[in-house]
Structures are given as structure tokens and as C-alpha cells.
């Protein structure tokens, strides 16, 4: 069975600081994984996914995460935060036959100060 | 216009009273799934659907149903709402190798 831990259920951030959201996942199989974000009174979007072809992912808004197999973590980054990056970040794992649900953390609340 | 549609998107009801809630899309995907959202505790899968004759339990099927009437149409019921089920209801579908899902707007459903 597949399982995420988000570290930090909220992370405050300076405006222009770097963003790290912490995310570990435990996986029988190779995985694929994913980050989703949630801005107030919104769905979840796709940031960013990992399908086993590169470990370091670059997605929208500026946002990367990097894949590391020994650690069992896919990192959100950002190196400088914005006052618009104030949402709610998922993270999210399945198995890589793709026909498994995706299994969700709990979620990190990202507020960004002035 | 939106891929995934959700109604309605604002819900308060009595306990005792069933609920439907109805999801539609437009992006032509086979899988469909709800979700339930409560602070703290992140999404939590109640029910997905592979195909219209597909439907299956997730981890917190208990006092919800559903079904898929159409490629295009889920929906969620409450057969008798209580409070406990006060939360934000999420629909999303996906296709593809990697599953990726893409979510409705969602529906605040309050339970008195």
C-alpha cells in the first residue's frame, strides 16, 4: 500500500524567501508522485508530477520538486516566495500501473508574510 | 466553461435528510472518484468509478453511495445526512498511464 507524510502541517514563509514543503512516501513499487495546490475556496490543480523519467520536476508558478529514491521524499521548492503562493499544498503518491487512485497527505498550509 | 463541474456548490440540510450531490465533466475520462476534505485531515477517498459499470469502495464509503450514470456523470448520495458529515466534497477524474487527477470546484455541505 502506498502512504504520504507531509512534514509541517503549516509553514510561514518572508515574502522572497525559498518555500520547502516536506513530503515523504512509502511505496512497495516504484511510484509516481505528485503535488497538488488548493488556493481558498478552490479544486486542487496540479503543480507538478514525477513519472520516473527525471528525479528533479519543474512545474508551474516557479515550483520544482526533486525525486530521491534513498530518502523516499519529493521536496517542494520554490526559491522565492510570493504573496499569490499562499495556499494549501498536497501531496499525493500511486503505484506506477496507473490504475491505483492517488493517495493524498494531509496537507501543508503555506502563508507568506510581507 | 469548466472541465469538471460540481452541484451544488453550497449545501446546509437538516440530519435525516438525504443529499445528492452531482459531478459532470467534459474532458471525456473513464475514472471518476469523490472525495472528502476536513481540516487537517486531507482528502479522503469515499468512492471511484473506472467505467460506468466500474464502482468501488475507498476508505470511507460508510453512509455514502453513489452512481455513475453516464461516462460523463457521478454522483454522491447521503441516504440520512448527520452531522459528522459536514465537509467539503471534492469529484475529480483522470485517464492516462499516470492517473493524474483533475478536481471540480467542490461542494460545502452543512449538516444542522
Known amino acids: 500500500a502506498q502512504s504520504v507524510t507531509q512534514l509541517g502541517s503549516h509553514v510561514s514563509v518572508s515574502e522572497g524567501a525559498l518555500v520547502l514543503l516536506r513530503c515523504n512516501y512509502s511505496s512497495s513499487v516504484p511510484p509516481y508522485l505528485f503535488w497538488y495546490v488548493q488556493y481558498p475556496n478552490q479544486g486542487l490543480q496540479l503543480l507538478l508530477k514525477?513519472?520516473?523519467?527525471?528525479?528533479l520536476v519543474k512545474g508551474i508558478n516557479g515550483f520544482e520538486a526533486e525525486f530521491k529514491k534513498s530518502e523516499t521524499s519529493f521536496h517542494l521548492t520554490k526559491p522565492s516566495a510570493h504573496m499569490s503562493d499562499a495556499a494549501e499544498y498536497f501531496c499525493?503518491?500511486?503505484?506506477?500501473?496507473?490504475?491505483?487512485?492517488?493517495?493524498f497527505g494531509k496537507g501543508t498550509r503555506l502563508s507568506v508574510i510581507a | 466553461d469548466a472541465d469538471v463541474t460540481q452541484t451544488p456548490r453550497n449545501r446546509i440540510t437538516k440530519t435525516g435528510k438525504r443529499i445528492m450531490l452531482e459531478c459532470s465533466q467534459t474532458?471525456?475520462?473513464?475514472?471518476m472518484y469523490w472525495y472528502r476534505q476536513d481540516p487537517g485531515l486531507g482528502l479522503q477517498l469515499i468512492y471511484y468509478?473506472?467505467?460506468?459499470?466500474?464502482?468501488n469502495k475507498g476508505e470511507i464509503s460508510d453512509g455514502y453511495s453513489v452512481s455513475r450514470q453516464a461516462q460523463a456523470k457521478f454522483s454522491l448520495s447521503l441516504e440520512s445526512a448527520i452531522p459528522n458529515q459536514t465537509a467539503l466534497y471534492f469529484c475529480?477524474?483522470?485517464?492516462?498511464?499516470?492517473?493524474?487527477?483533475?478536481f471540480g470546484p467542490g461542494t460545502r455541505l452543512t449538516v444542522l
Open positions: 499525493a503518491v500511486t503505484r506506477n500501473s496507473g490504475n491505483t487512485p492517488l493517495v
Open positions: 474532458k471525456g475520462h473513464d475514472r
Open positions: 468509478s473506472f467505467d460506468v459499470k466500474d464502482i
Open positions: 514525477y513519472t520516473s523519467a527525471a528525479t
Open positions: 475529480a477524474t483522470s485517464e492516462g498511464t499516470y492517473n493524474e487527477q483533475f
